[in-house]
Nanobody, 116 residues
């Protein structure tokens, strides 16, 4: 059974940075596009960033130029470097396969709170 474990969230002031990590189990990782998603209170989960198996990346307009997604296939880990954080980035962040793949069960996510 595939498990996705997110970590690295926390409380940060506006303009600050955080680096999220998502460790995956299973042999699928190297062959699968992976994405970060987020869900703010009272809102639907939204796609934040995607990295293809070959390394091509895509970002939501709201985070473009501030967030960077990367992956380490040997460690079966995907990262999200978040710079220039804004209060509107406050959400629970999750990783999972990219939208054009069948999703795995969602992990517990990691809370990111941007506040002064």
């Amino acid at each position: 059974q595939v498990q996705l474990v997110e970590s690295g969230g926390g409380l940060v002031q506006p303009g600050g940075s955080l680096r999220l990590s998502c460790a995956a189990s299973g042999s699928f990782f190297s062959f699968s596009g992976m994405s970060w998603y987020r869900q703010a209170p009272g809102k639907q989960r939204e796609l934040v960033a995607t990295i293809a198996s070959g390394g091509t990346t895509n970002y939501a307009d709201s985070v473009k130029g501030r967030f960077t997604i990367s992956r380490d296939n040997a460690k079966k880990t995907v990262y999200l470097q978040m710079n220039g954080l804004k209060p509107e980035d406050t959400a629970v962040y999750y990783c999972n396969r990219a939208p054009d793949y069948a999703m795995f069960a969602w992990g517990q996510g990691t809370q990111v709170t941007v506040s002064s």
